[in-house]
């Protein structure tokens, strides 16, 4: 009894699973410009290039470049009155900008931060406070980035442009 309500299960779940479509509904493709800001920087680029081919939206020959930065802040977090641990807190913030190069305009601006903390050991001497940072700044990064190419996928990417964006661009065409 308990083997055919594990198959049935095991049924359900398979065909469940095939009816799932996880292509992006935004069909653009995305190249990656420059990202500053040395290890940090790396480790941004390479996050955005692995998640942007995975999802089959990159390509560096596209009219859009995704231009972005990440930074990271340190700072004392306080848990209560007492003060019987001390924690570290790190804020990682995310700037993107998407340029269309055809139109020479900004079609898309993403911003976007996140906490973390972790209890640090009172003497500079100990490794894992450095190593601890090393590790926040990497996840963050990472998680900033899943968050950002989840919107993308959904966003349509295209210039606005006023009235007097309009007239200058005809007034170039004449």
Not at 15 to 41: E, H, M, R
Not at 44 to 53: E, I, T, V
Request: net charge positive; proline share 1%.
């Amino acid at each position: 009894m308990f083997k055919i309500k594990l198959l049935i299960s095991l049924l359900i779940s398979l065909v469940l699973l095939s009816c799932t479509n996880i292509s992006p509904k935004n069909n653009a493709k995305f190249s990656l410009g420059y990202v500053g800001g040395g290890y940090d920087g790396l480790l941004l680029y390479n996050s955005l290039d692995a998640h942007l081919l995975s999802y089959d939206m990159l390509n560096n020959n596209s009219r859009y470049e995704i231009r972005s930065s990440v930074g990271h802040a340190t700072g004392v977090y306080i848990t209560n009155i007492d003060n019987t641990s001390n924690r570290e807190s790190i804020t990682s913030v995310l700037n993107l900008i998407i340029y269309d190069k055809k139109l020479k305009c900004n079609a898309y601006s993403y911003n976007d931060k996140i906490y973390q903390f972790y209890i640090f050991a009172s003497n500079e001497k100990f490794i894992s406070n450095k190593i601890a940072l090393k590790k926040i700044k990497s996840e963050n990064t990472e998680e900033l980035v899943k968050k950002f190419i989840n919107t993308l996928m959904y966003k349509n990417v295209k210039c606005k442009f006023s009235k007097i964006n309009l007239k200058s661009l005809r007034n170039k065409i004449r």
